[in-house]
């Protein structure tokens, strides 16, 4: 069973920077996408920063581009976001996705994935 773990949300004010973990396991497939797909009160959900695990095939979405890092860390199964310079249009929950893959061409659609974390909060405040 795949199971995601968010961890490192907060509050931090605007020009500040956050990095979210993503804690991974369970993958029964050799090749898996994982996503940072946030969602704000009244909006859609956004996929901000995609990879196909093993490759070097970061994606991001216009919005996030230039201001996040996403990096995986096999030794520890982990997928994490920097993200600097953060603006207050940041804020939103932050959720980390998961799919079997076969390349990154889906990994910025948020329909693609099956298997999400429970979220953890970015609060920027201006």
């Known amino acids: 069973q795949v199971q995601l773990v968010e961890s490192g949300g907060g509050s931090v004010q605007a020009g500040g920077s956050l990095r979210l973990s993503c804690a991974y396991s369970?993958?029964?497939?050799?090749?898996?996408?994982v996503a940072w797909v946030r969602q704000a009160p009244g909006k859609e959900r956004e996929v901000v920063a995609g990879?196909?695990?093993?490759?070097?095939?970061?994606r991001y979405s216009d919005s996030l581009k230039g201001r996040a890092t996403i990096s995986q860390d096999a030794t520890k199964n982990t997928v994490s976001l920097q993200m600097n310079n953060l603006e207050p249009e940041d804020t939103a929950m932050y959720y980390c996705a998961a799919a079997a893959c076969t390349g990154p061409t889906a990994v910025m659609v948020a329909a693609f994935y099956i298997y999400w974390g429970q979220g953890t909060q970015v609060t920027v405040s201006s």
């Open positions: 369970g993958f029964t497939l050799p090749s898996n996408c």
């Open positions: 990879i196909h695990l093993g490759t070097p095939s970061p």
